[in-house]
């Protein structure tokens, strides 16, 4: 009789620890969820939103996907891929954006990081709507456009022909002096037409993001927005990033 129940008690681990194995392969094989959209449909929105800045807004009305797909947009679909469905899909173009957004001070470390991996800065003093446009090809200034004449005094020491390091060390310099602010772009990314023709092929397939509108009926809900960016690594898509919102925002 011990002994059975001995034997009864062996088999109930075993075939537990089975299950355990099979739920966790389970997991494993089963695409993550996409993080949810809360609150953003005309219907959920909290009154907080009126007052709040386009930036959280856009934050928390963003659905970001590690695995599985939105629509016919997939993790681990080649950029070349992508460029085919988007054509077949009615999609008319799309923007390149730099993998690293946002707006730094000249002060801030994160600066030498902007000014060693982006192919294109703007610079700005303090609030100034017209900023210094700066391209850069490999180690080497490219062109330099735009900006108010607040900023002549950047202009002789960021020139074409300059390094990075130079222009690295010229914004330390004034920043000193100076409200300047700094965020990367990616020149000639502002609107993609598609087709890709071949003179913006290499451009596009260099760029590892991507922005473009899509069917507002993948939000759920009827949106004014439904935007999404494709970030790539090594030629593949690896996040996708969905904003969703039903009304115009200034």
């Not at 997991?27 to 219907?43: L, S, V």
């Not at 988007?86 to 999609?91: A, E, H």
């Not at 294109?120 to 609030?127: A, C, D, M, P, S």
Request: aromatic share 6%; hydrophobic share 40%.
């Amino acid at each position: 009789m011990a002994r059975q129940g001995a034997h009864r008690a062996r088999a109930m681990l075993a075939l537990l620890g089975s299950l355990a194995l099979l739920l966790a392969a389970f997991r494993c094989a089963a695409p993550a969820a996409p993080t949810a959209i809360e609150d953003c449909g005309p219907d959920q929105l909290p009154h907080e939103y009126d007052e709040m800045p386009r930036a959280e807004i856009e934050r928390r009305c963003t659905q970001v996907i590690t695995r599985g797909s939105l629509g016919p947009l997939r993790i681990g679909e080649a950029k070349q891929e992508v460029l085919d469905e988007l054509g077949s899909d009615g999609i008319e173009r799309l923007s390149l954006l730099p993998v690293t957004s946002g707006v730094v001070s000249a002060l801030d470390p994160e600066l030498e990081h902007i000014v060693g991996s982006s192919q294109g800065i703007l610079v700005r003093n303090g609030e100034d709507p017209d900023p210094l446009r700066i391209e850069i090809n490999a180690d080497t200034i490219t062109r330099v456009t735009g900006g108010a004449s607040e900023l002549d005094f950047l202009r002789d020491s960021i020139r074409p022909g300059r390094t990075r390091t130079e222009a690295l060390a010229a914004l330390r310099a004034q920043a000193q002096g100076h409200r300047l602010n700094v965020e990367p772009f990616v020149p000639g990314g502002d609107a993609i037409t598609l087709p890709v023709s071949l003179e913006a092929l290499g451009r596009v397939l260099d760029a590892n993001r991507w922005r473009f509108d899509v069917a507002p009926s993948l939000c759920g809900f009827q949106a004014f927005y439904s935007r999404v960016d494709l970030v790539f690594e090594t030629d593949s898509v690896k996040l996708i990033q969905h904003f969703c919102f039903p009304y115009e925002l200034p």
